[in-house]
Structures are given as C-alpha cells and as structure tokens.
C-alpha cells in the first residue's frame, strides 16, 4: 500500500507564499505522476499542477506564473511553491501520485489533505 503524507499547509495574508510537500511511502516500483488538486467549500475538486517522472508539468490556467511544481524522484517526493496567494486560492490541497507499487499492481493514492488559507 502507497501512502501520501502532505505538509506545509497553512494561513497566509494576499500576496503570501507557501511551500507545499507530499513524500510517499511503501513499496514503490515507480511513481509516473504526482501532482497538486484542490477543493474548496462547495466546489469539485480541481487539479492544480502535475508532473511526470521526465519531468513535465501541467498547470491549471487560474496558477500559472504564481504556482511551481517540483519533484525529487530519488525521494518519492513532490513539492508545491505557491506564491502571490489571493483569497480563491484558500482551499484543501491534496497530493496525489499515480504509478506501479512492489506487488506490480498500478496503484492510485491521495494523501489526507492540508488546509490552505489566504485571508487579510
């Protein structure tokens, strides 16, 4: 079993900047791809950025410029820059990662979610 453990969540004022982390765990062949969703009050969750083990990346238009996702493959690790925060982004982030477990089983996991909230 993969499990995603997130960080770095947290309150922030407009314009503020955070730094998200996700590590997986378990017994992991490869991870294809690890990405960013969000999900505010009432909304569906969203993907906010991905990026494959090349590392390509894929951005949702509202982030572009202000959001940067990074991975460390050797760590099973991904991360999220988030800068210029604004109030629409307040929302749970959760981290997600997509790949080949020990067992050679494709696995799909989502970590437990972190709280981010910009507010003045």
């Known amino acids: 079993q993969v499990q995603l453990v997130e960080s770095g969540g947290g309150s922030v004022q407009p314009g503020g900047s955070l730094r998200l982390s996700c590590a997986a765990s378990?017994?992991?062949?490869?991870?294809?791809?690890m990405g960013w969703y969000r999900q505010a009050p009432g909304k569906s969750r969203e993907l906010v950025a991905d990026?494959?083990?090349?590392?390509?990346?894929t951005y949702a238009d509202s982030v572009k410029g202000r959001f940067t996702i990074s991975r460390v493959n050797a760590k099973n690790t991904v991360y999220l820059q988030m800068n210029s925060l604004q109030p629409e982004d307040t929302a749970v982030y959760y981290c997600?990662?997509?790949?080949?477990?020990?067992?050679?089983?494709?696995?799909?996991?989502w970590g437990q979610g972190t709280q981010v909230t910009v507010s003045s």
């Open positions: 997600n990662a997509d790949g080949v477990a020990g067992t050679y089983r494709r696995f799909g996991s």
């Open positions: 378990g017994t992991i062949l490869d991870i294809y791809t």
């Open positions: 990026i494959t083990s090349g590392g390509l990346t």
